[in-house]
C-alpha cells in the first residue's frame, strides 16, 4: 500500500488534455515539495516535475506540475502516443518514519 | 551526461545477502552536492526508496529496512553499493540506482534527476 494515492488508470484521446492526481497528508504532499516520475514500458524512471511545479531541461511545456493542500496534480496536454507510460508522484514524508514515498503509480492510455 | 549502471547476480537465494554495485560515469561522487540512492520497484508495483548515501560516507537508509540495509561508497572507483541481508520472496524487485538531489530547507527539496537502467533481482532457491 503506497503512502501517496494515485489512480490506477487514466486514458484520453491524442491531442487531448489529461490529469494525474497525488493525494496524501500534511506530512508529506501537504509540508513537502513534489516530483513527478514517467516510466516508459521497460525503462526507468526519468524526471518529468520537481519542486512542485517546475521541468528539468529537455521536458517539453506540455508536461506541468501543481500542488494544493494535501494534494498534486501532474497535467499533460496535447497527448501523443509516446506519453503512454506509467507516472509516479513522490515526495518527503517528514512523519516518525521519515522517508522518501511514492504514489503507486498511474497509468496513462492514449487511446 | 551523468549516466548510472547497476551489477551484480540476478539470484540470490532466501537468507542470503543480496549485493548490487552502481558504477556512476559522466560525473564524480567525491565532487559533492548530491547523495547516490538506491530505489527499488517489485513486480508490476510502485517504486519503494531503500536509501541514500553522501560521498563523505554518511547514510539515511528508510526506516522499514534500515535493519538488513548497508549502503557504502568507493570513491576511487566512482561507485556505490547496496547489501540486504536476510533475503526473503518480497525482496524480488527491479533495482535501481538514482541521483539524488536533496536541498536542506524548510522543507527540504528533494527529487531524482539520473536514475540507472535498472537491474532484476529475483529471490528463489
Known amino acids: 500500500q503506497s503512502v501517496l494515492t494515485q489512480p490506477p488508470s487514466v486514458s484520453a484521446a491524442p491531442g487531448q488534455k489529461v490529469t494525474i492526481s497525488c493525494s496524501g497528508s500534511?506530512?508529506?504532499?501537504?509540508?513537502?515539495?513534489v516530483s513527478w516520475y514517467q516510466q516508459l514500458p521497460g525503462t526507468a524512471p526519468k524526471l518529468l516535475i520537481y519542486d512542485n511545479n517546475k521541468r528539468p531541461s529537455g521536458i517539453p511545456d506540455r508536461f506541468s506540475g501543481s500542488k494544493s493542500g494535501t494534494s498534486a496534480t501532474l497535467g499533460i496536454t496535447g497527448l501523443q502516443t509516446g506519453d503512454e507510460a506509467d507516472y509516479y508522484c513522490?515526495?518527503?514524508?517528514?512523519?516518525?518514519?521519515?522517508?522518501?514515498?511514492f504514489g503507486g503509480g498511474t497509468k496513462l492510455t492514449v487511446l | 551526461q551523468v549516466q548510472l549502471q547497476e551489477s551484480g547476480p540476478g539470484l540470490v537465494k532466501p537468507s542470503q545477502t543480496l549485493s548490487l554495485t552502481c558504477t556512476v560515469s559522466?560525473?564524480?561522487?567525491?565532487?559533492?552536492?548530491?547523495?547516490w540512492s538506491w530505489i527499488r520497484q517489485h513486480p508490476g508495483k510502485g517504486l519503494e526508496w531503500i536509501g541514500y548515501?553522501?560521498?563523505?560516507?554518511?547514510?539515511y537508509y528508510n526506516p522499514s529496512l534500515k535493519s538488513r540495509v548497508t549502503i557504502s561508497v568507493d570513491t576511487s572507483k566512482n561507485q556505490f553499493s547496496l547489501k540486504l541481508s536476510s533475503v526473503t520472496a518480497a525482496d524480488t524487485a527491479v533495482y535501481y540506482c538514482a541521483r539524488e538531489i536533496a536541498v536542506a530547507g524548510n522543507p527540504p527539496l528533494i527529487f531524482f534527476d539520473y536514475w540507472g537502467q535498472g537491474t532484476l533481482v529475483t529471490v528463489s532457491s
Open positions: 548515501i553522501y560521498y563523505s560516507g554518511s547514510t
Open positions: 513522490g515526495t518527503w514524508d517528514s512523519s516518525l518514519s521519515a522517508d522518501v514515498v
Open positions: 500534511s506530512s508529506n504532499i501537504g509540508n513537502n515539495y
Open positions: 559522466g560525473g564524480s561522487i567525491s565532487s559533492g552536492g548530491y547523495y
